[in-house]
């Protein structure tokens, strides 16, 4: 079988780590006063702010997915409400249909592809941001062993990969469907998870038949 990659320093079983970015976490002030829920969009979002200011676990947390969840609860937050998307974009449409006259706080990265801030111009909801953490390109101590197969998990994974390394003799899988966008600027045979999280990415990349 081939290996395969995730391009991150999380551990997965069955894949080995080549990480082509890295997480900065920051160190802003963050108040918590006037604010009725948080918003998360990763698991470095919640990591961020628990380095920051534990007050984040009295209030309660909208997650964009399972494993988002899963870290706000391991770091004794609290759970409003999880997203049946993935997608940033279709996370701040599912919350505007439910919630109207709130104060939400978007603990986010530097750089996102989605335009949450636009979608809750369009409510009666207030959105804050706080900027938490940045991702910042990483070449990797190991060399990549080909042929294998590379597991994509978000738009700053293509792009830093392809800093370092060329897309030949790989087997392309994206989380979803803007990281299979960008990918399709170098490969193409992209296969993608009906449910975008690495795990499915993992049990599908175990699947292929060779």
């Not at 391009?7 to 997480?23: Q, W």
């Not at 006037?34 to 920051?52: E, M, P, Q």
């Amino acid at each position: 079988m081939k290996p395969i990659y995730v391009l991150t320093n999380e551990k997965y079983e069955d894949a080995l780590n080549y990480p082509v970015i890295k997480i900065n976490f920051l160190s802003p002030s963050i108040s918590f006063e006037g604010i009725d829920y948080l918003i998360f969009t990763s698991k470095n979002g919640v990591r961020a702010v628990d380095k920051i200011n534990k007050e984040w676990q009295k209030i309660p947390s909208f997650a964009i997915g399972k494993a988002t969840a899963k870290e706000i609860k391991k770091l004794g937050g609290k759970i409003e409400f999880i997203s049946k998307s993935a997608y940033g974009d279709e996370f701040a449409k599912e919350i505007i249909q439910k919630y109207q006259n709130k104060t939400f706080l978007f603990l986010r990265a530097k750089k996102i592809i989605s335009p949450i801030s636009e979608i809750f111009k369009n409510s009666s909801n207030i959105l804050k941001e706080i900027i938490v953490y940045e991702t910042s390109c990483n070449e990797p101590n190991e060399k990549l062993i080909k042929p294998s197969i590379v597991i994509f998990s978000s738009p700053s994974t293509v792009e830093c990969f392809a800093k370092i390394n060329d897309f030949e003799n790989i087997i392309p899988i994206a989380i979803g469907k803007k990281t299979k966008n960008i990918l399709s600027n170098y490969i193409n045979n992209i296969l993608i998870p009906k449910t975008p999280s690495i795990k499915e990415c993992i049990n599908l990349a175990k699947n292929i038949k060779l």
